[in-house]
């Protein structure tokens, strides 16, 4: 909604929760609510983004697993929406003595 197109008495007849609505609408929050490290080395983060009012509106989960010799070996990235499905996931694999091997984006 649009405030600057209310006049002031609409505006006077919106409530407290409807005028924070309108203002807060489109703002969002991403923020790193995971990361781990296993003993082996292996990493994951989970970040989610949510709006002003703390729904969730997305999600993504980059994992990273290492070859023995440090490095890295797969880079997955996973994107979910607000009910949990996965809209996305993107795979980079790497070869074992550096550089990138493939990559395969999965659209869903």
């Known amino acids: ?18 005028l924070i609505s309108a203002l807060t609408e489109d703002r969002t929050d991403t ?3 995971v990361s781990t490290g ?3 080395g292996q ?3 989970i970040r989610e983004t949510r ?6 509106l ?3 989960e980059v994992a990273w697993t290492y070859f023995k010799n440090g490095n890295v070996d797969t880079i997955t990235t996973v994107d979910t ?13 790497h070869n074992e003595g550096g550089g990138l091997a493939n990559t395969a984006a ?3």
Do not use: H, Y
């Open 43 to 45: 990493l994951r983060e």
């Open 106 to 108: 999965e659209r869903i």
């Open 81 to 93: 929406d607000a009910k949990g499905k996965e809209t996305n996931r993107k795979v980079v694999k």
């Open 51 to 56: 709006d002003f009012a703390g729904a969730l």
């Open 58 to 60: 997305s999600s993504q």
């Open 1 to 18: 909604m649009e405030l600057s197109s209310l006049s002031v008495t609409e505006l006077n007849k919106m409530s407290k929760p409807q």
């Open 38 to 40: 296993d003993k082996r």
């Open 31 to 33: 923020r790193t609510i």
